[in-house]
């Protein structure tokens, strides 16, 4: 979780401070957005093998393309595979990521829509919709796994060593 909220936020950084971006910052920078998400996802192990496959060649196209449409269309493509898979895994779970992988699905498929609407602005509109999108999934997948491992180190701490959970409650 803290590598995806990582590669995000970073995506997430990039697209705030570059001021005048070429198309080929764009195809660069959501491949590589794409890329790192897909590799996070992977290693997660909590969806399909499928969905970082979806969200690998969504980065493959983006680089190919070097356009506006194209890198578009391909983070569209992958953003709403990802985004509709988090939701029904965030549907099915009843965890304490549950509402975590709804929220993110949510934030993924609303970037995957928002995205077509600004092509015609060009690569900076198309990154500030993107960035944005990553920066709300990366501040909560950060959270999410701060607070995950918070409760892990609490849980440790209360159970002593050798006894069960319910010894201590």
Same mark, same amino acid.
């Given at each position: ?34 890329? +790192? ?11 399909? #093998? ?7 060649? +969504? +980065? ?7 356009? *506006?449409?194209?890198?578009? !269309?391909?983070?569209?493509?992958? @953003? @709403?595979?990802?985004? =509709? ?9 009843? *965890?304490?990521?549950?509402? *975590?992988? !709804? #929220? ?16 015609? @602005? ?13 920066? =709300? ?13 918070? *409760? ?18």
């Amino acid at each position: 979780m803290l590598i995806r909220a990582t590669v995000a936020v970073v995506f997430g950084l990039v697209t705030i401070f570059w001021s005048a971006p070429s198309v080929q910052v764009l195809a660069w920078a959501v491949g590589l957005y794409l890329l +790192g998400t897909a590799a996070a996802v992977w290693q997660s192990r909590a969806l399909p #093998v499928a969905v970082p496959a979806v969200v690998a060649l +969504g +980065g493959i196209g983006a680089l190919v393309t070097q356009s *506006d449409e194209g890198v578009a !269309l391909s983070a569209l493509l992958a @953003l @709403l595979v990802l985004g =509709l898979l988090e939701f029904m895994h965030g549907l099915r779970k009843r *965890d304490s990521l549950a509402r *975590d992988w !709804l #929220v993110s699905g949510v934030i993924s498929v609303g970037t995957a829509i928002a995205l077509p609407f600004f092509t015609s @602005l060009g690569a900076h509109a198309l990154l500030g919709v993107a960035g944005g999108g990553a920066i =709300l999934s990366g501040v909560l997948w950060m959270l999410s796994g701060l607070s995950l491992r918070h *409760d892990a180190r609490t849980g440790a701490q209360t159970t002593a060593p050798g006894a069960s959970p319910e010894a201590v409650n």
